[in-house]
């Protein structure tokens, strides 16, 4: 059916239950950014596939809230749907939660689903709409009964993965997650995100596209542990070395009744950002609840030594792949065969030729032209379109590796570009070379280091919608915290051992966009009267193109840079090419 029947569905099941309005986000158990697609309600209800956004539907009216990585791709998604777009992030647009108290009368019911809203958001909701006399329902999963065809919950076997990749074993992260523990005073801890039960199990598994992840459910106490998750994605010999590390296991579903029959006088330490309302609803009021950023996802966001290396072996493999890549679509693209989705899949092909690829890290952006503006563009048989000499190209790509995960973004002209676009791409590079060469006190977050990105876009009165930076997991979740590099604060200092991305962007709508993104690894760079210094050390190995440069807008240190960028390309995947690309690399990473 439509997305305008599947609304007049629920609105009919809205009625004759009495429910004003449904708030639908894109979510899980987890508050997981990627979902599988058994929790993949909004999609459902909207037709709109972002990773980030929120539908509600009242009677006679609905609303999609997006940010802006996301307008023109809602734009396409809601056409037709009766949904109007809301853009986040814009000053006239109102939070949903302000929409919707300013259009429902007292004593009007709200339903949402507790199970996929996060403990801190479900309060914020409540919070809102008290002074309004508006109900909130948590239990609501009305949308459940007209959804046919639901997707199950992914029933694939979770694996190992081993130290020598994650540098330290799971009794040696639960021995640390207990010492916090008993900082805090606490007796049990419940871990619900989904990347961070994989990082301290050091297991991995695939029921999320591109995130090495399974559904599951952890609870650190101080003398036990316990997992929670479908046994059947349990090997034999998973579920022994599990049980030998006293790790024990329980249907995924036990975690609520767990959760409720917890002793009394239990103290129990958990992410409200991250723990799902439902959870928080059963524990006991008697249990002491102690509420803390997770602990494991600060951790985990610092990688150790073997974890670094593996992001330099991960990163140096994904640099034959793409030079292969690049060589290659020179080669074809003048011969107007070559599609948006021919190009993601021979990118593909390049990195599986890698040993220990395991496969991609996230749904290949892959745009020409005016797709390339569209910033999670994704291209399908409908919109797939052939790459020709006269615009950009922007493809945005990663993989998964045992040894770590990568995320890189090349914008390439295969013609001659106009000076507008040299003008815009060499102030987009500017941004990524002012903020890759910079040294920073410690205590810095990413919010004081995102100017460096786009002051020079400012300066011609232009700029990007999204984020610089992200937090890149190892052999995990390409996107991650704690640490990011935006125009909002936070809270989170960079630290020595973070991976993190540099993307500075700039998109034309209906003409083309820009993007370079290099991955970063921070690092110790000095220590003075005045303190301690860090840094950041390039993990891309990847030529940026010369052709879309105007040299005059570089001074003298980015040229610097730039020269110096290429000579350790080159130095670093010649080695592993034939003589053709090693030629072909040269020439591409000339010193200008």
């Known amino acids: 059916m439509s997305t305008a029947d599947n609304i007049f569905l629920l609105r009919t099941k809205m009625l004759a239950n009495g429910i004003d309005a449904v708030i639908i986000p894109n979510s ?7 979902i599988s697609g058994h929790w993949k309600k909004r999609d459902f209800i909207s037709g709109f596939t972002g ?12 609303g999609l809230w997006t940010d802006s990585r996301y307008y023109l791709q809602a734009e396409d998604e809601l056409a037709g749907s009766g949904i109007d777009l809301y853009k986040t992030g814009e000053s006239s647009t109102p939070h949903y939660s302000d929409w919707i108290a300013e259009r429902l009368n007292p004593g009007s019911t709200i339903s949402i689903e507790s199970l996929v809203f996060s403990t801190d958001d479900a309060r914020k909701l409540a919070k809102k709409f008290k002074p309004y006399s508006l109900h909130l329902d948590t239990e609501g999963n009305i949308l459940d009964e007209i959804w046919q065809g639901r997707p199950p919950i992914p029933e694939n076997n979770v694996f190992v993965h081993d130290t020598e990749y994650a540098g330290l074993s799971r009794t040696e992260k639960i021995t640390m997650i207990r010492e916090e523990m008993r900082n805090v005073d606490a007796s049990h801890y419940i ?6 039960i994989a990082w301290v199990l050091n297991l991995r598994g695939s029921d999320v596209s591109y995130n090495p992840v399974f559904h599951s459910y952890l609870i650190i106490s101080l003398d036990s542990v316990h997992l929670f998750i479908d046994t059947h994605k349990i090997t034999a010999n998973i579920g022994k070395e599990l049980s030998n590390d006293e790790i024990s296991i329980h249907l995924y579903g036990d975690v609520f009744k767990w959760i409720n029959e917890m002793p009394n006088d239990s103290g129990l330490l958990f992410d409200s ?9 059963l524990i006991p009021k008697e249990v002491i609840k102690i509420e803390n950023p997770s602990y494991v996802r600060r951790i985990k966001g610092t990688k150790n030594e073997v974890e670094q290396n593996g992001f330099r072996t991960a990163m140096l493999k994904d640099g034959v792949a793409m030079t292969k890549f690049l060589h290659w679509l020179e080669q074809e693209v003048p011969s107007g065969n070559i599609s948006e989705i021919s190009a993601s899949k021979q990118l593909k092909k390049f990195r599986a030729e890698n040993e220990n690829f395991i496969g991609e890290s996230f749904g290949t952006i892959s745009g020409f032209g005016a797709h390339g503006a569209i910033v999670h563009y994704s291209a ?3 919109s797939d379109i052939k790459l020709t000499t006269n615009s950009f190209y922007l493809v945005d790509s990663g993989g998964q590796y045992l040894e770590g995960t990568t995320d890189i973004t090349r914008t390439i002209h295969f013609g001659k570009p106009t000076e507008q676009q040299k003008t815009d791409f060499t102030l987009v590079l500017k941004g990524n070379i002012a903020l890759d060469s910079t040294i920073f006190p410690k205590g810095t977050r990413g919010v004081h280091l995102d100017i460096l990105a786009r002051k020079a876009l400012w300066s011609h009165g232009l700029n990007y919608g999204h984020g610089t930076g992200h937090g890149v997991g190892c052999f995990l979740n390409v996107h991650e915290g704690p640490q990011s590099i935006r125009p909002d604060d936070n809270g989170i200092c960079l630290e020595e051992g973070m991976v993190s991305s540099n993307e500075p962007g700039l998109y034309r709508a209906s003409e083309y966009g820009i993007r370079i993104e290099n991955l970063l690894l921070t690092t110790k760079a000095q220590s003075t009267e005045f303190g301690d210094f860090l840094q950041f050390e390039t993990l891309t190995l990847c030529p940026i193109d010369l052709k879309s440069i105007k040299k005059e807008l570089l001074t003298e240190e980015e040229i610097l840079w730039l020269n110096n960028y290429h000579k350790n390309v080159y130095q670093s ?18 010193s200008i």
């Open 573 to 590: 995947v010649s080695p592993f090419l034939n003589d053709t690309l090693k030629a072909w690399l040269k020439e591409n990473t000339r």
């Open 273 to 281: 950002s991250t723990t799902n309302a439902r959870i928080y609803s």
């Open 51 to 62: 990773s980030a956004g929120t539908i509600v539907i009242m009677a006679d009216e609905a």
């Open 28 to 34: 899980d158990p987890h508050m997981s950014e990627y």
């Open 380 to 382: 399908d048989k409908d």
């Open 191 to 196: 871990v619900s995100a989904l990347d961070e």
